[in-house]
């Protein structure tokens, strides 16, 4: 079951040629580039106390997916570094599946 990370409209893509990038404003947060086989995922917006990323995806729309969930995670630091106060709300977790705490299992009483 896949997430929608929904973002407030005033994040919005951009596309030159064949980049994806994420921005607030005038500001560029994260940008999908297109890399051999593959697309790179690299956070370009430094934000105090939150380290840079970069990770590989296999697709643009992976990658644009990744890159709404990782800005949907640090909203509230990304909008008030962008001067957006008014979008530093604490987000709302979307819709997921409750998870069942199982007992760990041991290999050997696993055997018994």
Known sequence: ????????PEY?????GTQ??????NRDLIR???VRAGWIVQSIFEVPGLALQ????????SGR???MRWTWER???IARACGRDD?????????????KVRRPVSPISALL
């Open 65 to 67: 997916r990744h890159a």
């Open 32 to 34: 999908v580039d297109p």
């Open 75 to 77: 909203q509230s630091m």
């Open 12 to 16: 919005q893509w951009r596309h030159e």
């Open 54 to 61: 970069r990770f590989a995806v296999r697709s643009v729309e």
């Open 20 to 25: 994806h990038t994420l921005h607030l404003g």
């Open 87 to 99: 979008l530093a709300s604490p987000a709302i977790a979307p819709d997921t599946p409750s998870l």
């Open 1 to 8: 079951m896949s997430t929608t990370y929904q973002l407030p």
